[in-house]
């Protein structure tokens, strides 16, 4: 298995509080991915980060920031919690393919989940 | 925009059958196409990459293809066990961000 791990596993909040997720990999992985999971929606991306410092939005961004200041950790931030944003989060890691090369775009990787309630 | 379709939503079967899980994808300009493996409760297990320029994966008892021309991928399970109940989803690569694009996923109930 690959080795990713996220933090907290659960996570029981309310309105209103900020929230940090945590997703670290031992694999040196160059592209990481934080996506949430939702019964009717399924997985979609919310931010994607393609290097150190280097982060972009994905297709549900809005309320959530992320950073990545070393290779082997993403953080995931809700600013300001909403019940809304309760919900399964999932990362997960890719080698990605070579420069410019997207044809030979590795496998993604998936982390164990958190489970986020917001009251 | 990419849009990818899982039928049926659910299956169930008599352990021992094959059985076979669709996906379709409305835009063919794909890189690659994954096959997952969730379980109640917990994080995606990646079964099969299958990259653009193939037609087809195997994993033991699992066999994947890949038509982008038509925009389908089937996913083939032999002699099917009740280990193998699970939900199973597949998911695209298309564009330069590298992110996976989802259907709603397969579950499938082997029952002994």
């Known amino acids: 298995d690959a080795g990713i791990t996220q933090s907290p596993r659960h996570k029981v909040t309310e309105t209103g509080t900020p929230v940090t997720l945590r997703c670290h990999q031992t694999?040196?992985?160059?592209?990481m991915y934080w996506y949430r999971q939702d019964p009717g929606h399924g997985l979609r991306l919310i931010h994607y980060?393609?290097?150190?410092?280097?982060?972009d939005k994905g297709e549900v961004s809005d309320g959530y920031s992320v950073s990545r200041s070393k290779t082997e950790d993403f953080l995931l931030t809700l600013e300001s919690a909403t019940s809304s944003q309760t919900s399964v989060y999932f990362c997960a890691i890719s080698s990605g393919g070579l420069a410019g090369v997207w044809g030979s775009y590795n496998e993604q990787f998936f982390g164990p989940g958190t489970r986020l309630t917001v009251l | 925009k990419q849009e990818v379709t899982q039928i049926p939503a659910a299956l169930s079967v008599p352990e021992g059958e094959n059985l076979v899980l669709n996906c379709s994808f409305t835009d063919s300009a794909i890189y690659n196409l994954q096959w997952f493996r969730q379980d109640p409760g917990k994080g995606l297990t990646s079964l099969l990459l299958i990259q653009s320029s193939q037609r087809e994966q195997t994993s033991g008892r699992l066999n994947a293809s890949l038509d982008k021309s038509s925009g389908r991928s089937t996913l083939y399970i032999a002699a099917s066990q009740p280990g193998d109940s699970a939900t199973y989803l597949c998911a695209v690569i298309s564009g330069n961000t590298g992110k996976l694009i989802f259907g709603q996923g397969t579950t499938l109930q082997v029952k002994p």
């Open positions: 694999e040196n992985h160059r592209y």
């Open positions: 980060s393609y290097g150190v410092k280097d982060t």
